[in-house]
């Protein structure tokens, strides 16, 4: 079992910066993949962004590539998602996501419980 907890979250001004974190406990955290998605009030859920184990690879989706960067600290067990020039449009429930494959939401065995972010225009 992995246990993830997402903080970070909160509201800011369009072109605005969040950095989330997403703790993890339980299994090996260095062994998994970890990835990030987004879900908006009457929409499906999303990808965003994942990372490899090493940190070495790392996969966006197109509407955050360029201002988005995730990236893991393996001895902190924790994985972050930085947000620079945050638009309204990016605003959703950010979930933090352990053990799948790149972009592959079906593929992911363990989810936070998510944390907000707004973003007013």
């Known amino acids: 079992q992995v246990q993830l907890i997402e903080s970070g979250g909160g509201l800011v001004q369009a072109g605005g910066s969040l950095r989330l974190s997403c703790a993890a406990s339980?299994?090996?955290?260095?062994?998994?993949?970890m990835g990030w998605f987004r879900q908006a009030p009457g929409k499906e859920r999303e990808f965003v962004a994942a990372?490899?184990?090493?940190?070495?690879?790392?996969y966006y989706a197109d509407s955050v590539k360029g201002r988005f960067t995730i990236s893991r600290d393996n001895a902190k067990n924790t994985v972050y998602l930085q947000m620079n020039s945050l638009k309204p449009e990016d605003t959703a429930v950010y979930s933090c996501t352990a053990g799948g494959y790149r972009g592959k939401e079906a593929t992911y065995d363990y989810w936070g419980q998510g944390t907000q972010v707004t973003v007013s225009a």
């Open positions: 339980g299994r090996t955290f260095s062994s998994l993949a």
């Open positions: 990372i490899s184990w090493s940190g070495g690879n790392t």
